[in-house]
């Protein structure tokens, strides 16, 4: 299968190098680009990529605004969106990742990760920088939180699949999940998947937010 892949940010030259690079690869095919938020949704409604990267600022339209009209634009499947970064400080990661991005991407990062990020996306696995998972944990670990009651839906969920929620909430991938917890990967994926229908989310970067706002981390 070839994982079809839009590209989106202001510079040419990110644009193009990002296009070079993937392209290189025999499983993807970048199918178009975009310079601003409005011209992205337009392309994805046009094109129906399987994989937006999509830069965070951008003149026009942000990424931010771009992905959540996108996202909520009935397209079936929506692609998986990446969010493409200078800083792992970025104040949109946590917007992002609650109005359903697959991840965040820093414009630094090596080849391999670009063609890991995409990959990963269409698995249904989330991408977040591990600077980026380590500052939403930190946040949310300094954020007070008001006593609440505990949502039914997270009690629903047997100690295994809580501890796989609490392992994905620290950005770790399956195969790492599996070496924590002493089981299979297939196991693994066997909670994730009960995990994303118990609490009625869309990919693991939702479980990440979900953990945050709802204490499990």
Known sequence: MTISVLIVDDQAMVRQGFAALLGSQPDIAVIG????GAEAVAKVDALRPDVVFMDVRMPEMDGLEAARRILDGGNDPAPRIIMLTTFD????????LRI?????L???APAEELFRAVRLAVTGEALLAPTVTRRLIEDAVARVRRPRREPAE???LTPRERETVEQVATGRSNAEIAEVLF???ETVKTHVRRVLQKLRLR??????VYAFENGVV
């Open 89 to 96: 400080l970025d104040d949109y990661v946590y917007e992002a």
């Open 33 to 36: 680009d975009a310079a601003d």
């Open 100 to 104: 359903g991005c697959s991840g965040f």
């Open 203 to 208: 990919d693991r970067a939702q479980v990440v």
């Open 106 to 108: 820093l414009k630094d």
């Open 183 to 185: 089981i299979s990967e």
């Open 154 to 156: 997270l009690a629903s």
